[in-house]
């Protein structure tokens, strides 16, 4: 069987994490989202650029999840898709991105852990472990500095 891919989105939390509710009544999490950039140098070492900022959205179970584990600052992988659509801002239409989040959590590569994990009904199960377990920020490394990580 094939491997079922989407895009990803990855980058550190730039404004503090908005809550709202949509026509259909779902919650929805919304951020500004930072993505780091460096540029590869002869030397073989990288130079920090400025960040890019971004759009980011959730509905739904992944929306309230989001909204009570992550925070300004924290750095993220995201699994979704980029949604364009058209806004009308002083008489003129303008095209605009988002990226809709399906799935999101911390980055591991820059994000401490501890986990507490309740009990399993069938040890060993990928599923029950990816249902079952909670995770809990102990700390998380500064999500953009100077240096740029």
């Known amino acids: 069987m094939a491997f079922h891919t989407q895009q990803s989105l990855s980058g550190f939390i730039a404004s503090d994490p908005q809550q709202s509710v949509t026509e259909n009544g779902d919650t929805r999490f919304y951020v500004r989202v930072g993505q780091p950039h460096f540029r590869h140098e002869y030397s073989g070492s990288f130079t920090s650029l400025e960040p890019t900022f971004h759009d980011l959205v959730a509905y739904r179970a992944t929306a309230e999840r989001a909204l009570n584990r992550l925070a300004k600052g924290d750095s993220f992988v995201a699994e979704g898709y980029v ?14 991105e988002e990226f809709v989040a399906k799935k ?4 591991l590569a820059r994000t401490n852990y501890q ?7 069938a040890p060993g199960s990928e599923q029950d ?7 809990i920020v102990s700390e998380t490394e500064a999500a953009h500095t100077s240096s740029g990580w």
């Open 104 to 107: 999101i959590g911390h980055d």
């Open 83 to 96: 949604r364009t659509f058209q806004v009308e801002r002083d008489g003129e239409t303008i095209q605009r």
């Open 115 to 121: 986990v507490t994990r309740t009990n399993r009904s």
């Open 129 to 135: 472990a990816a249902t079952t377990q909670t995770a």
